[in-house]
């Protein structure tokens, strides 16, 4: 974290106000921990007045018990629409991708918004409540009556005091292999979603995949927004998607404002494709958003043994300086059953499937769920604990991040727009009657 005391910006804007006299701000996270020293938060108007040792009164404040305060978690990439749905009308048995696109098809006859909006609202709240304060979410466009886009633009605006939802358009069944898919696109886009989607791995030719990145970029530049691609979401070594991606970054100077999603063939190139790949892929300078709990499952079903872990080469993209983050994907849908929507999960995950173990390793996962997430979605401005940004923070029951993706910790405060917003108690487990921490 670059935030910190030692920070110029993080200086005490006043000295009034000592302990024990009058209240000058609105809100004071007391005693928490950051960059391993014990410090102050203080919130005003919103806003972080001031972090630092000290600091005066709150007219409300919070005791963070020495526990580690952090930006807040984001998801870069969930799947609202389809969330909350295992199982309805089958579970999807084979654990494919091509299953659970099949299933969907089926569960998408019978959506309605009011069923859209009350499963995304509900798995929105368990982020919430579990610090996640940032999402993005995908949105299926493949459907004539785009359903699922009125409802999720609803929840969007319902959802404000709670989350900053950002939405893409995700053309599901193909840009140009779905009946009017552009159209449908373009139309999400009028409507006012966020940002264009795409899927060529799932057009019906390498052609038509190429073509339909091009589309997205099109539309991108047309309505001024960023582009999110679904992209070489399969084991083929031949999906070769990424490198359109990456021209038409280069071609339009998006740069940040473009991401690869999944991108799991790229753990199937060989590396003589992949090492010019990476040479492109760092002039383009696009973000990138791996999904470990899902691709680990959802990849190598094709394969006997060895079997491919099928993710995306996140610690190569990582060390090349490039921007990773990291999505859950899917919360109880038909690509997959489990989840709860804690963002230390996946981080925890892509430690294991990306071999990030070193000590420095473990604590760029939980950069990817958190800073190099605010990159993704484009809010790095407002994101942070800086004085001068939104009082968006929470406090988690561990000493430092590492520690937090080792036990996967409990979020135990919950602070958005200087508002607590949420509060947990970790468990309390004892062993014959004495306490057991987990800590040494
Ligand atoms: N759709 C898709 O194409 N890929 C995924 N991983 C999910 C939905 C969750
Ligand atoms: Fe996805």
Not at 94 to 120: N, P, Q, Y
Not at 305 to 318: A, F, H, I, N
Request: net charge negative.
């Amino acid at each position: 974290m670059q935030a910190g005391p030692q920070n110029p910006k993080h200086r005490i804007l006043s000295n009034l106000g000592q302990k024990g006299k009058w209240p000058i701000y609105d809100l004071v996270l007391r005693d928490a921990r950051l960059e391993g020293q014990a410090v102050d938060l203080a919130v005003e108007g919103g806003r972080i007045a001031a972090i630092g040792q000290g600091l005066g009164q709150g007219r409300e404040e919070i005791d963070a018990e020495g526990r580690m305060v952090s930006p807040p978690l984001i998801e870069s990439h969930v799947h609202l629409d389809t969330t909350l749905t295992a199982g309805e009308p089958k579970w999807n048995e084979s654990g494919t991708l091509f299953e659970g696109i099949a299933t969907w098809a089926l569960r998408k006859e019978s959506l309605t918004e009011a069923d859209v909006v009350v499963r995304a609202t509900e798995l929105l709240r368990w982020q919430a409540a579990q610090g996640v304060l940032f999402v993005r979410s995908h949105v299926d466009t493949t459907d004539p009556d785009l359903t699922a886009v009125k409802a999720l633009l609803r929840v969007r605006e319902q959802v404000r005091d709670l989350v900053d939802l950002q939405l893409v358009a995700f053309p599901q069944e193909g840009i140009l292999s779905y009946p009017k898919g552009e159209e449908l696109l373009e139309e999400a886009l009028r409507m006012g979603v966020d940002v264009v989607g795409g899927i060529p791995h799932y057009e019906l030719t390498r052609d038509m995949g190429a073509e339909s990145v091009k589309i997205a970029f099109r539309l991108a530049e047309k309505y001024d927004r960023q582009v999110d691609i679904h992209c070489d979401e399969t084991d083929d070594p031949q999906s070769r998607f990424l490198e359109v991606v990456a021209a038409e970054t280069i071609r339009s100077g998006m740069g940040d404002r473009v991401t690869a999603s999944h991108t799991t063939a790229f753990g199937s190139y060989d590396d003589a494709y992949a090492f010019k790949l990476m040479g492109f892929l760092r002039r383009a300078g696009l973000n990138f958003v791996a999904n470990p709990l899902v691709n680990i499952t959802l990849q190598g079903r094709m394969d006997t043994y060895p079997k491919r872990r099928g993710m995306t080469r996140v610690k190569e993209l990582w060390q090349e300086g490039l921007n990773v983050s990291l999505g859950y994907d899917d919360v109880m849908d038909p690509w997959y059953s489990l989840g709860t929507g804690n963002m230390l999960q996946p981080a925890h995950m892509a430690v294991h499937v990306a071999q990030m173990t070193g000590r420095q390793q473990v604590v760029a996962c939980y950069d990817m769920v958190t800073r190099n997430a605010a990159r993704t979605l484009g809010v790095a401005d407002r994101y942070g604990l800086e004085v001068g940004k939104p009082a968006d923070f929470i406090v988690l029951d561990a000493p430092d991040a590492w520690d937090a993706l080792r036990r996967l910790a409990t979020v135990t405060k919950v602070v958005k727009g200087g508002r607590l917003i949420a509060a947990a108690t970790p468990p309390e487990v004892r062993l014959k009657g004495e306490r057991i921490t987990f800590q040494r």
